[in-house]
C-alpha cells in the first residue's frame, strides 16, 4: 500500500541520490576499511534509514511494507553491506519489540532504535542450532526478578556494535522445542554478556558478526518481551516474515545493480570488432538477467502488498526469499560471466558482488529452509 506517492516518490527520489552520490563511490572504501565511513552513518541517521519500518509515533518514517520494498529496492542498488547497519533496526532487531513487546518496552527502546541512537541485534543462531533453531540451548533460570542466561549465539550480525540484543533463550528445560523458549530484550553492557572476535567473512566487508556469549548475564525479568515466558518464538518468526520481503527487495535491488554494470560494460567493451552486447549470447545473458530481476520486483511488490491489506503472507514471504536470493545469485554470476576476466578482478564491482550476494541463500532461512516451509505450508492448506 502506498500512502502518498507523491511523498514516496520524494523519499525514493533522495535516497536513490544519495546512494548514487554517496554511497557507490565509497563500495570500495567500505570494503577495504571494513567499516561504514562515520560521516556515512551520520547521514543515513539524518535521513531516517534506521527508523524505515518503525511507527511514526515512535520516531520513524512508518513505511508500509510496500513502500519498505520500495525503499530497500533502491538501497540494494549499493554494496549490501551498507545496509546492514540500519538494516537489523529496521528488520530483527527492532520487530520484536515493536510487534510483541509491552508499552513500556516500546516506549523505552523503539524510539532510540528509530533515530539509530541505538544499534540493536538478533540473537537466534547458535553453534548446534541453525537451520533447527527450536532446539537451541541458551538457558534462561528465574532467579527473583531476574533471569540467568547462559549459552553462545553465533553469527550475530552487529553484534560487535550492538547496544541492544533481542535473545531467544530456553526458560522451560522440560520443553525442547519451540514452546520453551522466551525473547529477551538484553542491553549490551549487562555484565556476563561478552562478545567474541569479529569473523573473517567471505564477503560483505562492513558488515560485521560475531559471537554474543552469556556467561551468568543476568537480565531482568521485565525484560521478556511481551512478558510472558514461551512465546519467543513464536515472536522470532513473525519478526522473520517481514525480514524476508525485505531482504528479497535489497535481492532485487542488487540484481538491477549488477543488470545495469553489466549493461554499460557489455555495450563499452568490443571484441571480434563489436561490442559485446552486439553477440547473442551475451544479450542472452543480459535478457535473463533483467527477466529475473522483474520477475523478483513483481513477486515482491505483490507480496507486500498483500501483507499490507492483511493477509497472511508467511508462504509468500519464503516464495519471496527463495526465489529473489537465488536469483541475485545467478544474475551476479552472469555479471561476472559477461565481465569475463575483468569480472574476476577485485577493481570490477561485480567482483565484490558476487561474493556478497552469497550470503543472501544463507541468512533468514536457508534456501532449503524457505523450501520446507512453503511446502509445508502447501500440505496444510489442504489437510
Ligand atoms: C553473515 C551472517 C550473518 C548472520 N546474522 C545472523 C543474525 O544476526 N542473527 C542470527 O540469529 N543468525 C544469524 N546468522 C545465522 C544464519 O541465520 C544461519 O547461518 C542460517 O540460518 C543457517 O544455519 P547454519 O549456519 O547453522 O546451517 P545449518 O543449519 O547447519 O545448515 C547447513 C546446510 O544444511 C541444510 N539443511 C539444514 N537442515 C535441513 C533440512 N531439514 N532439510 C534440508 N536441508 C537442511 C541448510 O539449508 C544448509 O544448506 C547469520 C549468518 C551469517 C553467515
Known sequence: MIRDPELLDQLIDTISRFVRERLIPNEARLAEEDAVP??????MKEMGLFGLSIPEEYGGLGLTMEEEALVAMEIGKTSPAFRSVFGTNNGIGAQGI????????????????ATGELLSSFCLTEPDSGSDAAS????????????????????????PEADVFTVMARTDPNHKGAGGITAFIVEGDTPGLKRGPSDNKMGQKGAH??????EDCRVPAENIIGGQEGQGFKTAMKVLD??????????????????EESLNYAIERKQFGVPLADHQLVQAMLADSKTEAYAGRSMVLDAARRKD?????????????LFCAEMVGRVADRAVQVHGG??????YAVERFYRDVRLFRIYEGTTQIQQLVIARNMVREVS
Do not use: W
Not at 510487534?99 to 527502546?109: H, S, V
Not at 540451548?137 to 553484534?159: C, E, Q, S, W
Not at 517481514?242 to 543488470?259: P, Y
Open 342 to 347: 575483468a569480472g574476476y578482478m577485485a577493481e
Open 309 to 321: 491489506a492483511g493477509e497472511n503472507v508467511s508462504t509468500l514471504a519464503s516464495c519471496c526469499k
Open 136 to 159: 537451541l540451548r541458551t538457558t534462561a533460570v528465574r532467579d527473583g526478578d531476574h533471569y540467568v542466561l547462559n549459552g553462545t549465539k553465533r553469527f550475530i550480525t552487529n553484534g
Open 98 to 113: 515493536l510487534i510483541d513487546g509491552t508499552p513500556e518496552q516500546k516506549a523505552r527502546y523503539v524510539p532510540r532504535l
Open 209 to 214: 558478526t560475531c559471537d554474543i556469549i552469556f
Open 38 to 43: 562515520v560521516e556515512l552513518l551520520q547521514e
Open 242 to 259: 517481514r525480514g524476508r520481503l525485505h531482504i528479497s527487495a535489497v535481492c532485487v535491488g542488487v540484481a538491477e545493480r549488477l543488470v
